[in-house]
Structure formats: structure tokens, C-alpha cells
């Protein structure tokens, strides 16, 4: 019983390790593809100067 009880705990927490590792990917491919379109953006307009923050917090994913 003690030994089918902590697989599964075993299991629950590669299953969260898996989940948080997607969320990371996702989160790092959203942050990727902003900033390529932000370099886009920068060579069609020529923007000299301008300044861009990434706050993760305000992406939901």
C-alpha cells in the first residue's frame, strides 16, 4: 500500500515538473516571437530610439 502511494505522489509531481517545463517553453516562444516581430518593426520603420520591456507577469499562458 505504502509503496503504490508514493509512485503515484512520484508521478504527480514528473507530471507538475512536465507542466511547468511546457509553461516555460510557451512563455519563452511567446517572448521569442515578440521579439522578432519588435526587430521586424524596428527595420520597415527605421525606429531610432525606443525602449521595450518584457514583464512576463502581464502574459497569461
Same mark, same amino acid.
Given at each position: !500500500?505504502? #509503496? @503504490? $502511494? =508514493? *509512485? &503515484? *505522489?512520484? $508521478?504527480? =509531481? *514528473?507530471?507538475?515538473a512536465l507542466a511547468s517545463k511546457?509553461?516555460?517553453? !510557451? *512563455? @519563452? @516562444? ?5 521579439? +522578432?516581430? #519588435?526587430?521586424?518593426?524596428? $527595420? +520597415? #520603420? &527605421?525606429? $531610432? /530610439?525606443? !525602449?521595450t520591456t518584457v514583464n512576463l /507577469? =502581464?502574459? @497569461?499562458?
Amino acid at each position: !500500500m505504502y #509503496f @503504490k $502511494k =508514493q *509512485i &503515484n *505522489i512520484d $508521478k504527480h =509531481q *514528473i507530471d507538475l515538473a512536465l507542466a511547468s517545463k511546457g509553461a516555460e517553453d !510557451m *512563455i @519563452k @516562444k511567446h517572448v521569442e516571437e515578440k521579439a +522578432r516581430l #519588435f526587430e521586424e518593426y524596428v $527595420k +520597415r #520603420f &527605421n525606429v $531610432k /530610439r525606443c !525602449m521595450t520591456t518584457v514583464n512576463l /507577469r =502581464q502574459s @497569461k499562458t
